[in-house]
């Protein structure tokens, strides 16, 4: 039988390439639903190519747009954020892929566990937000959730096989972004333009500044904790500029094993849909001779204090993390409208971090408070600065 999938976020980076995975293999997949936060026209698109049997348009703006274009497909079109975390729980739905931005994908996901849907987890702020409570949840009700970010689906394709032996660290690999060796004189003058040219990958906007600030690696590092049942101590960061090597794991014996292959999304996406089975692909192969030379460096925490500042939140525990994310979030967001300068990013998190009060065992609810006292006073301190 083909396995069903609802994408949350067809229309981003992750999306889009998992709707080419899925179009590669039509016998093998089919899409049940597809979402989209404001890319109506791409969304409507997707819609009469796939036939989803629902789509859901977050702006409730473009919804009669949407409604109208798909009305003689017999395409179910809902609206809103309701309706959002409502379509998830639907019977007609094996795996959720949640490739929404930021922690906007929490709810859904939550909702999506708790139908019992397996989840190919591409939105890293959801365990990033409540990981104790997403683990816990997952456990609870016997949801597989498969990592989709290239680095933790390297952790995973390198522990299949070895449940019975236990982990000594694993180390996630980073590109070190288009700013990497530079020091803090050259980024406090750097543009939103030049931080978006990342050299490995190609991304949406507010991961790709992660990437350049080391955000999204200490982002990664605090989703690891939760995926692999890690210490902070257990998990490694080297900076890895070819970005061949996805991620490495080093057992007990001190024997390591590493997940290589070229820069493409496509790949993990299309594992994390099929696991245990691999398919066969016609993605890019990679040679050896055409990287004779692959090198590693450890990564700059005074520069790129983002970084120290997720190690720092998941040693603290609690809901330092959702403050930190939050945070970051309005921060990025800032750069990219050219409200503060890039140095500034780390500034606004710290300052947000400190102001937050701190809750040692959340909730669901202190989450959500946490998140909106934290998104409130960075973007009150930001307009401060402009």
């Not at 990981?131 to 390297?154: C, F, M, R, W």
């Not at 500044?209 to 080391?214: F, G, K, P, V």
């Amino acid at each position: 039988m083909k396995k069903r999938i609802a994408i949350l976020g067809s229309t981003g980076s992750i999306g889009t390439q998992a709707l080419e995975v899925i179009d590669a293999n039509p016998e093998i997949f089919s899409v049940e639903v597809l979402t989209a936060q404001d890319n109506a026209d791409l969304l409507i698109e997707q819609a009469a190519k796939f036939r989803p049997r629902e789509v859901v348009i977050g702006n409730e703006k473009h919804f009669e747009k949407v409604k109208t274009a798909l009305s003689s497909l017999h395409i179910k079109v809902y609206q809103g954020a309701e309706a959002l975390v409502s379509v998830v729980e639907s019977d007609f739905i094996d795996i959720v892929l949640t490739a929404m931005v930021g922690y906007a994908g929490l709810l859904p996901t939550i909702h999506a566990i708790r139908a019992g849907k397996n989840i190919a987890l591409a939105n890293k702020e959801t365990l990033v937000v409540a990981g104790e409570l997403i683990t816990g949840l997952a456990k609870q009700h016997n949801v597989s959730i498969y990592p989709v970010d290239s680095e933790h689906s390297a952790i995973f394709q390198c522990l299949v096989g070895e449940e019975n032996n236990p982990l000594e660290k694993i180390v996630l690999t980073a590109s070190g972004g288009p700013f990497r060796g530079k020091v803090r004189a050259f980024l406090a003058s750097v543009t939103k333009a030049q931080a978006l040219k990342h050299p490995n990958w190609t991304m949406g906007a507010k991961i790709t500044i992660d990437s350049a600030t080391l955000m999204n690696k200490g982002l990664e590092v605090i989703e690891a904790k939760w995926l692999f049942d890690l210490e902070a101590s257990q998990i490694d960061v080297i900076v890895h500029p070819q970005s061949i090597i996805h991620s490495l794991v080093q057992f007990e014996d001190g024997s390591m094993k590493a997940q290589m292959g070229l820069p493409d999304m496509k790949l993990p996406i299309q594992y994390a849909l099929h696991y245990p089975a691999r398919l066969k692909s016609a993605f890019p192969r990679f040679n050896f001779i055409d990287y004779p030379c692959l090198t590693f460096e450890k990564p700059d925490l005074d520069t790129f204090r983002n970084l120290a500042i997720a190690y720092n939140v998941l040693e603290k525990g609690g809901n330092a993390a959702c403050v930190v994310n939050a945070a970051n979030e309005i921060a990025v967001d800032a750069f990219l409208h050219d409200k503060i300068g890039f140095l500034d990013i780390s500034d606004v998190i710290v300052e947000t971090l400190a102001k937050i009060e701190y809750v040692g065992n959340p909730s669901y609810s202190d989450y959500v408070h946490t998140n909106e006292a934290a998104r409130r006073f960075a973007s009150e301190m930001i307009q401060v600065k402009v």
